[in-house]
């Protein structure tokens, strides 16, 4: 029989991995240096130099999104195709992906957002790369 303690310890354990909120999505995207949360189409969005890299309540509030590259959005719906799924149409086949929160870990969300955000900045370095 297992002690109280470990089945709360367990069941807390649980939470910390598996238990992905809304608010526990807003605190990782806000986590990465730059970054702002403001609002667009009605919902929270994440924003770096300006640019959006994740979002909230889309396309429910059950789910965020995160605009990755066509090739990571394949590596992550390999890692966890239960919280990760392209977007509906060509935002998706761009490499839009859906976040099921439910059943997203926090780590792989972590790094998730901080490959979103990197992406916006790669972005925003190649048009000063081309004006040197």
Wanted: charged share 25%.
């Amino acid at each position: 029989m297992q002690s109280r303690n470990f089945q709360v310890d367990r069941q807390i354990r649980g939470l910390l991995l598996w238990g992905m909120t809304a608010d526990k999505f807003r605190s990782l995207a806000l986590e990465i240096a730059g970054a702002i949360e403001s609002a667009h189409m009605s919902h929270p969005d994440f924003r770096i130099v300006g640019r959006i890299f994740a979002s909230l309540g889309y396309p429910d509030d059950d789910h965020g999104m995160v605009k990755l590259t066509p090739e990571q959005q394949g590596i992550f719906l390999k890692k966890a195709p239960k919280a990760f799924s392209p977007c509906a149409g060509a935002w998706g086949k761009q490499g839009a992906t859906s976040v099921r929160l439910a059943a997203a870990k926090v780590d792989l969300l972590r790094s998730v957002l901080e490959a979103a955000a990197k992406n916006i900045l790669a972005k925003k370095r190649r048009p000063e790369a081309a004006g040197e």
